[in-house]
């Protein structure tokens, strides 16, 4: 399976049939315990059958819960590395932490984010649709809330190198922009959950024009993700004590950087005219 096993147990709990269901949510509250854990620990501590946790293990793409295991395993250790690194003691946001307990983990929260969205990101996606801008396309960001600041990150930077991007805070102009899309647009679409209503009928709405249309989720499985042409993603893990959406929004920023910075190296030789005039 693709990115950290964790992460996609989160993203599956809640569409997963009730046992299995019950496997993730163990997993997810003591990932620890379930390392050394055989099928039969980890199906009497859910209090579900043996069957059911193989089929939770499938359902993640392994071919068992050994396979499972091992990776958690590996992915533990690797947090654990990150945090000594780090030079703090555990990730979680707490009511109780120093100011400066405080800085390190947003600091290591953020950057570790960062990092994971490099390898979840689909290369082959991100080169399609920073091709299609390069050869001219013209851009419509959708997003709504806090992903709004993503898509308008993504329209001043297009707009500071000559590409027109489309975006509009009110999601009724969205739908407007939608409507108007044709083959030669690409609406990018920003949804943390993949599961925003107004988002989601702006994609259907600019589909029927016959644009490209294109997600930045943290969630594959998502109605939006299913709706678009292609998908961005973004790491699915949110610290549990946040003032806003801290993880969801760096990641949808670094998307927009690695879109920006292709885009401006598929069109380098025009790149400085450009840039003198908009400076």
């Known amino acids: 399976m693709d990115g950290d096993v964790i992460e996609a147990i989160r993203t599956a709990v809640p569409r997963l049939r009730p046992a299995e269901s019950r496997v993730g949510t163990i997993v997810l509250r003591d990932p620890d315990a379930v390392v050394s854990a055989t099928v039969a620990e980890l199906a009497d501590h859910a209090g579900v059958s043996q ?24 992915e533990l250790s690797r ?24 800085v390190s ?19 082959a996606a991100l080169e399609e649709v920073a091709g299609r801008i390069a050869a001219g396309a013209r851009v419509i960001a959708v997003s709504v809330g806090a992903s709004g600041l993503a898509a308008g990150d993504l329209s001043q930077k297009l707009q500071r190198i000559g590409v027109n991007c489309l ?10 922009h939608a409507a108007l899309a044709d083959t030669d647009a690409v609406v990018i679409a920003f949804s943390f959950s993949g599961g925003t209503r107004d988002v989601l009928h702006a994609v259907e709405v600019a589909a029927r024009t016959g ?3 294109v997600a930045v989720t943290g969630d594959p499985d998502s109605a939006l993700a299913d709706a678009c042409d292609l ?11 946040r003032a806003a959406a801290l993880a969801s929004r760096m990641a949808q920023l670094a998307v ?4 920006f910075l292709r885009v401006g190296q598929l069109r380098f030789d025009d790149l400085g005219s450009v840039l003198d005039a908009t400076r």
């Open 51 to 74: 069957a059911s946790v193989v089929r939770f293990s499938k359902a993640l793409g392994f071919a068992g819960f050994p396979a499972l295991r091992m990776q958690l395993a590996q």
């Open 79 to 102: 947090n654990a590395a990150d945090l000594e690194r780090s030079d703090i003691a555990e990730g979680q946001l707490n009511p109780s932490d120093s100011l400066s307990d405080m």
């Open 105 to 123: 983990k947003v600091a290591f929260h953020e950057a570790r984010t960062i990092e994971q969205t490099a390898r979840l990101i689909d290369l």
């Open 167 to 176: 975006n509009a805070p009110d999601t009724h102009l969205q739908l407007v």
């Open 211 to 213: 644009a490209l249309t």
């Open 231 to 241: 998908v961005l993603r973004t790491p699915a893990r949110e610290a549990t004590l």
């Open 256 to 259: 927009v950087d690695f879109l």
